[in-house]
């Protein structure tokens, strides 16, 4: 299974403020997805990282609010911007790898005051 | 709108039981589905996954789809306190998505 990381590991943010997340996999994949998981709740897919091209975001989550980059098969970025409390989750990055199997990073703790 | 459904829990069972975990799922067209481990601040881990109907062992695992009833289970033999987690169902719809839709988790306690 590919290896992967992702920086920063947690965080505590100001309201108003925005914060990079960083997905990096140890092999190109094709699929790579950002995930929230708000406290106490199940995973929540944000979208799709599509490489060389816009993001695919799910309904309920706008590009504006979570910019989105891949410019290769191995990283990517989400960007949680202009934060508020209810932002406050574990943003987590998976892959793909065979067609049955998708992994997940360790995942990034964010809280904001 | 695609639902995937789980008993919340907790769930307790002694160790060296069966822990018997459930999940439904709304979308018929649902092509492949996966069970996944939480550990209190980790993140979820593959466990399983399953597309055909019927049982499919791993060690102490076993998964169970039924796709007449929407219906799929994970099977925990010789449960031990290190299996204690939380377990997610996740499902994905048609043969060209790679998208996942998870259920709430069930929270597993297995008492020494």
């Known amino acids: 299974s590919a290896v992967i990381s992702q920086k920063p590991s947690r965080d505590i943010c100001q309201r108003g403020t925005s914060l990079t997340i960083q997905c990096q996999v140890d092999?190109?994949?094709?699929?790579m997805f950002w995930y929230r998981q708000q406290p106490g709740q199940s995973l929540t897919l944000i979208a799709t990282?599509?490489?060389?091209?816009?993001?695919?975001?799910e309904s309920g989550f706008v590009i504006d609010k979570f910019p989105i980059s891949r410019p290769n098969l191995t990283f990517s970025t989400l960007t949680v911007s202009n934060m508020s409390p209810e932002d406050s989750s574990i943003y987590l990055c998976?892959?793909?790898?065979?067609?049955?199997?998708?992994?997940f990073g360790p995942g990034t703790r964010l809280t904001v005051t | 709108q695609k639902e995937v459904e789980q008993n919340s829990g907790p769930l307790s069972v002694p160790e060296g039981a069966i822990a018997s975990l459930n999940c439904t799922y709304s979308?018929?067209?649902?092509?492949?589905f996966f069970w996944y481990r939480q550990y209190s601040g980790k993140s979820p881990e593959l466990i399983m996954f399953?597309?055909?109907?019927g049982d499919k062992e791993d060690g102490r695992f076993t998964a169970q789809l039924n796709k007449a009833s929407q219906y799929v289970s994970l099977l925990i033999r010789d449960s031990q306190p290190s299996d204690s987690a939380t377990y997610l169902c996740?499902?994905?719809?048609?043969?060209?998505?790679?998208?996942?839709?998870f259920g709430k988790g069930t929270k597993l306690s297995v008492i020494p």
């Open positions: 998976s892959v793909t790898g065979s067609p049955y199997e998708q992994y």
């Open positions: 092999s190109q994949v094709t699929m």
């Open positions: 990282a599509n490489q060389g091209s816009e993001a695919t975001y």
């Open positions: 979308d018929r067209g649902s092509q492949s």
């Open positions: 399953i597309y055909s109907n």
């Open positions: 996740a499902v994905r719809t048609g043969a060209g998505s790679y998208q996942l839709t």
